[in-house]
Nanobody, 123 residues
Framework: QVQLVESGGGLVQAGGSLRLSCVASGRTLSNYAMGWFRQAPGKEREFVSAISRSSSTTYYADSVKGRFTISRDNAKNTVYLQMNNLKPEDTAVYSC????????????????WGQGTQVTVSS
């Protein structure tokens, strides 16, 4: 079992930045590919970004490419999502997830999920 806890969300003005963190416990994070997903009110959960175990491969949704950066520190069992130039449409609950298989953009590939952290971007 892997427990994931996100932090770093909050209220920010458009154009601002936030850095989300996801700390894992229970098992070594280096055994898992990691992903970030988000869900806005009334909308389906959507893929944001993913990173392979060794950080050699990263994926981004087109909507965040060039603005968000995913990274990980396996020694700290932590994955990060640096979010710059935030827009009101980025408002959502952001959740991290761990995938015991290949790095994926598909939510149903992920085995473990955190509770999420709210990000609100005001215009």
């Amino acid at each position: 079992q892997v427990q994931l806890v996100e932090s770093g969300g909050g209220l920010v003005q458009a154009g601002g930045s936030l850095r989300l963190s996801c700390v894992a416990s229970g098992r070594t994070l280096s055994n898992y590919a990691m992903g970030w997903f988000r869900q806005a009110p009334g909308k389906e959960r959507e893929f944001v970004s993913a990173i392979s175990r060794s950080s050699s491969t990263t994926y981004y949704a087109d909507s965040v490419k060039g603005r968000f950066t995913i990274s990980r520190d396996n020694a700290k069992n932590t994955v990060y999502l640096q979010m710059n130039n935030l827009k009101p449409e980025d408002t959502a609950v952001y959740s991290c997830a761990a995938d015991g298989g290949l790095t994926s953009k598909r939510a149903n590939s992920y085995d473990y999920w955190g509770q999420g952290t709210q990000v609100t971007v005001s215009s």
